[in-house]
């Protein structure tokens, strides 16, 4: 075999001719070109390199690191599109496995050739084709990697035609492997082992096609199994993280348990000037039977986006009808939590433009921003004309619509008894504003707030809060709020949302916590023709401001943060903005621990240890690379516990020796030396034992070893 400094060309070529097929067809079913453009240019890159690198925990660190770092930021850089994979992706994680795995592969080539090569590359290939070939649909276009349209819409002949292709190898490379680890004796039957070869190479074709018959055959019921699974494995997912802003609010239902242990869990996180405030999620128009339902008559238009040149990977999305340049002004950059599902996404009322990673962006005439195919972890920045907290969004205008106004028959004779007892409803010149007032001083005055429960008694939730309970949860108040307003001929709104004004304690961002969640009403003021927000919950139900923070918690976000922003900017393509924020976050993260007395002085003791003990080991390390495969293991362990001597008695000021020092120079040393005689009869006999083990013929054994350090120890 064809060897240069112990990696084999025939290795190398096998290797090559198992991964490139694989990530080639990888590249094409999810359009992620740089997967086999990076494959391609390490085997080439391990082809020139002559020397095979040293295989060590260190060198096998690095690739690993080196494999990890091109995976996540080739994915941030290029993420794979939704829906182009089917039920494995549900599970896994292909645009991370796969790569990581490939790149891995071609590292291993790098270290000298053997069945580590063939194995780490035969595993790679399987997982790009086992990945690849769950494709979600047979319709996909290739933008990253343009290949023929026909390559697609044919997609089961590639495929089979890439397993062939890459068993084939498989098998060549392992019987490559088979003849280096095969005794000479058994080298014999070379002919059975060449007709087993052959027969396995007309079976693979063979059973590829007849499971692609079956698959074919059987398909239905086989999509409709990962559909059940799917189903199931979404399920487990919404219980471990909290959905909101659905299509309807239940009023008779309970607040989920999960919700109320988890109010300080945050949610979102918002870089912003001033404190953000109302963020708007879902409206609801229509109420029945204690339950707010969405407006699904209600048109979605298209926002007018601008794609940006360069890198930049977002786009900017701005209102319907929006002429010339849309006002950039007092920026939100919102960062949603993995743990809160959303649909929509949280804004004020006063948007007016979004800088978002989505392929659309709709709004109903609600004000409710429906993103399609959002990159979540891009986030998303809002833009407005002024920094209001409290901002209603102010379309339609004129509000002709009959859904604000509407009323469940049962309910008006109920209402009426509730607005007569109202004082100062009674009057009929009342304007809109003289109505907000006064039902928001009747909810003050007159209710209280608790999150209590609302079992089915067959009464309704909002007339039983009005006429008997008098307290609850601001859903309640909100809704309350809404239906008597709507009594009174005044449009109105029930929204859903968050209160984000918790300002972080490095001042850099405010957060809002699952606590946060929020319900109000906006209604429309028809003499001023304008929406107006309106709040009829207590201030002991907001949970506004400030919240409290332990120095554990505040640093724990800062870092969560960190990692959210830069992933944010990657993904939108801010690299310089990126690496300018790395440093600033690593420069407020040393400002948060180091200005803190106690912080800081922790910090300075945890890392003066932490220095000690590396310098300690790199003097350790010094010392065995001198005697490694120079003296034997006994030996090498007898000279390294002499050197630790020498540097005990170099401190002293008796003693001016060196770590070159010889053990017969300190012996002479010691004759002139002010010791007491207990303390240099002892140096002499821990030398003259060292001398004894040192220089003789055989190399000590380990028990010599052992006495030896007990004599050391020994006072």
Same mark, same amino acid.
Do not use: C, D, W
């Given at each position: 075999m064809t060897t240069i400094s112990n990696k084999s060309i025939k290795c190398l070529s096998l290797v090559t001719a198992l991964l490139l097929p694989a990530a080639f067809f990888f590249s094409i079913t999810t359009d992620l070109p740089h997967v086999t453009l990076i494959v391609l240019s390490g085997l080439f890159l391990s082809m020139l390199t002559r020397r095979p690198v040293v295989f060590s925990d260190r060198s096998v660190i690095y690739f690993i690191v080196l494999a990890l770092v091109l995976t996540v930021l080739f994915d941030l850089v290029f993420p794979l599109k939704n829906n182009r994979l089917g039920y494995l992706s549900v599970f896994f994680y292909p645009n991370i496995l796969v790569p990581l795995t490939m790149y891995i592969a071609v590292a291993m080539s790098f270290f000298k050739s053997g069945p580590h090569v063939y194995g780490t590359a035969a595993v790679a290939a399987v997982t790009a084709l086992a990945f690849g070939g769950d494709v979600y649909s047979k319709q996909l276009q290739n933008t990253r990697l343009p290949v023929p349209a026909e390559w697609m819409t044919r997609f089961m002949p590639l495929f089979i035609g890439t397993i062939i292709?890459?068993?084939?190898?498989?098998?060549?490379?392992?019987?490559?492997?088979?003849?280096? #680890?095969?005794?000479?004796?058994?080298?014999?039957? &070379?002919? /059975?082992?060449?007709?087993?070869? %052959?027969?396995?190479?007309?079976?693979?074709?063979?059973?590829?096609?007849?499971?692609?018959?079956?698959?074919?055959?059987?398909?239905?019921? #086989?999509?409709?199994?990962?559909?059940?699974?799917? &189903?199931? /494995?979404?399920?487990?997912?919404? %219980?471990?993280?909290?959905?909101?802003?659905g299509d309807g609010v239940d009023l008779n239902q309970t607040i989920s348990p999960d919700v109320l242990h988890d109010q300080k869990q945050i949610v979102i996180r918002a870089i912003s000037n001033t404190a953000p405030g109302y963020l708007r999620g879902q409206v609801y128009d229509k109420y029945q039977l204690g339950t707010w339902m969405v407006n699904k008559n209600s048109i979605l238009k298209a926002m007018r986006p601008k794609t940006h040149s360069g890198m930049l990977a977002f786009t900017t999305f701005s209102l319907p009808g929006s002429k010339g340049q849309p006002p950039l002004n007092n920026p939100i950059e919102i960062m949603v939590s993995s743990n809160l599902r959303t649909k929509v996404l949280l804004a004020p009322g006063n948007v007016k433009c979004i800088d978002i990673i989505a392929e659309s962006l709709k709004l109903n005439m609600d004000g409710v921003f429906s993103p399609r195919d959002w990159t979540k972890e891009g986030g998303y920045t809002l833009y407005r004309n002024n920094t209001a907290t409290e901002s209603a969004w102010q379309q339609p205008s004129g509000c002709n619509n009959p859904m604000y106004v509407r009323l469940p028959s049962t309910l008006i004779s109920r209402l009426d008894e509730v607005i007569a007892s109202i004082p100062g409803m009674n009057r009929n010149d009342l304007t809109d504003r003289q109505v907000f007032d006064i039902l928001l001083k009747f909810f003050s005055n007159n209710f209280k707030y608790k999150i209590r429960q609302h079992p089915r008694n067959g009464s309704d939730p909002v007339v039983q809060f009005l006429t008997e309970t008098r307290e609850g949860h601001c859903e309640l108040f909100a809704s309350a709020l809404a239906l008597l307003l709507r009594r009174s001929g005044i449009p109105s709104r029930y929204i859903t949302g968050f209160i984000c004004s918790e300002p972080h304690p490095s001042g850099s961002y405010f957060v809002a916590r699952l606590g946060n969640a929020h319900a109000w009403v906006e209604a429309y003021d028809r003499y001023n023709e304008q929406w107006v927000l309106l709040e009829a919950t207590p201030p002991s139900g907001l949970n506004i401001g400030k919240g409290s923070w332990s120095s554990f918690e505040s640093g724990r976000d800062l870092f969560f943060k960190f990692f959210q922003k830069l992933l944010s900017d990657l993904r939108k393509g801010y690299y310089a903005r990126a690496i300018l924020a790395f440093f600033t976050a690593v420069y407020r993260i040393m400002l948060f621990i180091l200005w803190h007395p106690v912080r800081g002085g922790i910090f300075l003791i945890a890392m003066f240890f932490l220095l000690r003990w590396l310098w300690k080991r790199r003097k350790k390390r010094q010392i065995d690379l001198v005697f490694k495969d120079r003296l034997p293991k006994t030996t090498a362990e007898l000279s390294r516990t002499y050197l630790k001597i020498v540097r005990k008695l170099a401190k002293r000021e008796d003693f001016l020796i060196k770590e070159s020092t010889t053990a017969k120079e300190i012996l002479v040393q010691l004759q002139t030396a002010s010791l007491p005689q207990n303390k240099a009869a002892y140096i002499r006999l821990i030398l003259e034992n060292y001398q004894a083990l040192r220089f003789r013929e055989k190399a000590p054994s380990v028990e010599q070893i052992k006495t030896f350090k007990l004599i050391l120890h020994k006072r």
């Open positions: 292709i890459v068993g084939f190898f498989i098998i060549i490379a392992f019987r490559t492997n088979a003849n280096i #680890i095969i005794p000479q004796k058994l080298r014999k039957y &070379r002919i /059975r082992r060449g007709m087993l070869l %052959l027969i396995i190479l007309a079976v693979v074709p063979l059973s590829t096609v007849g499971a692609y018959s079956l698959y074919k055959r059987y398909e239905a019921g #086989i999509r409709k199994l990962e559909h059940l699974l799917m &189903r199931s /494995r979404m399920h487990r997912f919404r %219980l471990r993280n909290k959905s909101f802003f």
